[in-house]
């Protein structure tokens, strides 16, 4: 593994700025003053990857000295679609900072109209702790992108919060269905896709859901080989990759890309979910390359700086490297392949996901968190009936999964 900086006002961060935004828009120059630091890091498995990493802050909260960086980062076969990706999640990241304004009203739950599947999840948060529901909660504005039609929703699940939270979905990450994008409804149906992603990677890893290999010969297959040879160029890397198919009972594909050691540890896992199936299983061989890359991090962390220099996500990937790929059960293919239609929602890509879940009975909304110092459109999207990952909530769908599978006992490690 190597790791460059990248300096801040030099010439190859202005050069590398140019073409990012030739490429990707205008909104790339815009955001640059967003990132305190920027460096480049390169996979010694997949030297076909270009990873930009740094640490972002928003300047329009730079006179709140007690806010601390947000590490960001961003991955493409080109540097300037790396610097664009790493860019985008610094916005989506500071945007989700409390900002003034950002509350519509305090109040306590019984005094808020709730839709049923808000209120859904809202009972299963404060299940064992009834009291909380009496105690005055923030709420932030949240709308039906169909309908426009507005409701409340907690503040804790969409905002970077300093005072202590009430409503905070247990275990759960906050950008997790947070996402950015040049339209409101393209961030949207980004933010719907990472829900997606995680239903179906809980189903799969918590509750039993067989994943399936890939079709011999088909598009997302072939993809996948092209794109993988591309990011390896022929290295004897020592590790094995293949892709599962993971999607669930919605119809958008979700694949999990996973690697492991020729000794059979040393696992890593990439997961996507995306509007075709080629295109899941290109994405999912993208991410795994990135968590490739922070377990050698981690390693490397821990060999020269030792283990009080580790964050919990570092000893997250060390635990599930260590643990033998063959103990853990979801990673043996137990059905068969599937075959994937045209995806759902029409013309329209941007309401494919939305189209995917309506089908199915689970009601949408995002928070617009939009931010004067972008051009990109921010929001948070809320799924309430999708079990989220990471999460210590069990959902109906995950508890029907478990059921039906025979309440297997989950793996020893998490994948994220």
Do not use: F
């Amino acid at each position: 593994m190597r790791i460059l900086e990248l300096r801040k006002g030099s010439a190859e961060e202005a050069e590398l700025l140019e073409a990012a935004a030739a490429a990707h828009g205008d909104w790339v120059l815009a955001a640059a003053p967003v990132m305190t630091c920027l460096w480049l890091m390169r996979s010694e498995w997949a030297p076909g990857l270009r990873y930009i990493g740094g640490l972002a802050a928003a300047p329009d909260l730079a006179h709140k000295s007690d806010l601390p960086p947000l590490s960001v980062g961003g991955a493409g076969l080109r540097l300037e679609d790396a610097l664009a990706a790493c860019l985008a999640e610094a916005i989506e990241r500071t945007a989700q900072i409390e900002r003034d304004g950002d509350i519509a009203l305090t109040a306590p739950l019984g005094s808020v109209s709730l839709p049923d599947q808000i209120a859904g999840l809202m009972d299963l948060v404060i299940a064992g702790d009834p009291a909380r529901a009496d105690e005055p909660i923030d709420w932030v504005r949240a709308r039906d992108m169909t309908t426009s039609a507005e409701i409340l929703v907690p503040a804790d699940w969409c905002l970077r919060r300093q005072k202590a939270t009430v409503l905070a979905i247990p275990g759960a990450a906050l950008s997790t269905g947070c996402a950015a994008g040049p339209t409101a409804e393209d961030a949207y149906a980004r933010g719907l896709l990472e829900l997606i992603e995680r239903d179906a990677a809980s189903l799969w890893w918590l509750g039993g859901q067989p994943a399936a290999a890939l079709l011999p010969g088909s598009i997302e297959a072939a993809a996948a080989a092209r794109l993988s040879a591309e990011l390896r160029q022929g290295e004897d890397t020592g590790r094995a990759t293949r892709i599962l198919d993971i999607s669930s009972d919605l119809a958008i594909p979700v694949m999990a890309a996973v690697s492991q050691n020729s000794g059979g540890t040393g696992l890593a896992i990439g997961l996507a979910a995306r509007q075709s199936a080629a295109r899941a299983a290109s994405s999912a061989l993208v991410e795994l390359c990135q968590m490739e890359l922070a377990l050698q991090l981690a390693w490397g962390k821990r060999e020269q700086l030792g283990n009080a220099a580790l964050t919990d996500v570092d000893r997250r990937h060390l635990e599930r490297a260590a643990v033998p790929a063959a103990n853990l059960a979801p990673l043996a293919p137990a059905s068969a392949p599937r075959r994937h239609g045209p995806p759902a929602g029409g013309a329209n890509p941007a309401c494919q996901p939305s189209t995917a879940l309506t089908e199915n009975d689970i009601h949408t909304w995002y928070v617009d968190l939009t931010r004067p110092v972008s051009s990109l459109r921010v929001v948070k999207a809320i799924a309430p009936r999708l079990q989220p990952m990471p999460g210590d909530l069990v959902t109906a769908r995950l508890s029907a999964v478990q059921k039906a599978r025979g309440h297997r006992l989950p793996p020893p490690v998490m994948i994220m």
